[in-house]
Every structure is written in C-alpha cells, then in structure tokens.
C-alpha cells in the first residue's frame, strides 16, 4: 500500500510559458499568484518531500517548504523536469512520486487521497481523469521510476498514464491554465472582471 508518507510530491513548476506570453505561475488569481493554489491545496498531505522543478521564476517555494530544483533547460521539454523530480524522489528514497503542476489550481487534497486509495503498491501508475482523457495528477510507484526516467521531450509521462489506472473527477477541478484566455474564463468563474476587483 502506497501512502502520502512514503511519498515525493514532484510539482512541476518550469514550463516557459510561451503561449501564455509571460510567466503564468506569478499572475495573480484570488489572493496569490496562479503556482500557489496547488501549493496550499496539498500543503497538508504529509508527503515524505516536496519538490519544485523550477526555471527563470521569481516564486520562492523554497519559503513554503518545498526542495527547489532548477531545470537548466525547459526548452528540451516536461520530461525533462520530471527527470530532474524523479532523480530526487529516488535519492530520498521515496517509494512514489506524484506528480503535480503548478498551472492546475484547482486541485484538491481529497482527489489525492483517492488517487493513492486507487493505488497498488510498487507498479502503481494512478492518473487523474476528466471522464475523457487522463492526465496529472498522476502518481507513480517506484517500480516506475526506470520508466520516468527514460522519458523524452514534451509528452511528459502522457504515454504512461495511459494505460494506468484513472481516478475520475470534476472536469472544472483539472483545469490547466495554458494561455491568457484560459486564465480569464477562470476569473470569470469567480465572479472577477479581473483579480483585484
């Protein structure tokens, strides 16, 4: 059985942004910047480490209790930062990584937990799923690690998760924020012509 005490949180916070035209994870929505909803949502699930892949950003997870890796080169795609969590993960002997984005600020503590009650052990592979396709949060055993490591380009784990077992929930809580329109429909979500108002 898998459990949050056993396990690495990887959040995966070094994307460049480009369709997004600007750094995303620092734009404000509600009381903090987009990065941190994820942070706060999880902030109680005791993870045996958390860890921050990160590139060019001005946010100090590091203050919020999270191991700060710097991904030299996001250019060569997420796998690359998921290789960077996941050689950490292994070196503080996690027997799992899951694996976050922090452009997913909808996330909930309580879809984590039934990710690992979907768990089964070292093989694990647990996605999230909108009912469609699947997608992070996902959670991986160590069995896996190999796997990830192995990994190329912007795919990520995507092939992965695929064939794993999927935990449904509210398309509205795996929304990612890809672009300035994706950001604004959100707002709008929330009653705000823009934050701040």
């Known amino acids: 059985m898998l459990t949050p005490e056993r396990t690495a949180l990887v959040l995966l916070a070094a994307g ?36 921050a892949v990160v590139s060019n950003t001005g946010l100090d997870f590091g203050a ?9 080169d996001p250019s ?9 969590g996941v050689t950490v993960a292994k070196e503080a002997g996690a027997e799992a990584v899951l694996v976050a984005l922090a452009d997913m600020p909808r996330v909930t503590a309580a879809h984590v937990y039934r990710m690992f ?22 959670l991986f055993g160590r069995n896996m690690f190999d796997d990830l490591l192995d990994l190329e380009g912007d795919e990520g784990a995507r092939q992965l998760i695929k ?35």
Do not use: M, W
């Not at 064939?163 to 429909?185: I, M, N, Q, W, Y």
């Open 16 to 51: 460049h942004s480009h369709r997004f035209e600007g750094d995303k994870l620092s734009e404000p929505f509600l009381d903090k910047p987009l990065a941190y909803h994820v942070v706060t949502a999880l902030e109680n699930v005791p993870f045996l480490t958390r860890i």
């Open 64 to 72: 919020l209790g999270y191991q700060v890796e710097p991904n030299p």
């Open 76 to 84: 060569l795609g997420q796998a690359r930062s998921l290789c960077h």
């Open 117 to 138: 009650d979907a768990a089964d052990g070292a093989g694990t592979i647990v996605a999230s799923s909108d009912g469609v396709q699947p997608r992070p949060p996902a």
């Open 163 to 197: 064939r794993g077992h999927h935990v449904v929930t509210s398309p509205a809580e795996l929304v990612d924020v890809d672009t300035r329109a994706d950001l604004e429909k959100l707002r709008k979500l929330y009653g705000l012509e823009s934050d701040g108002k």
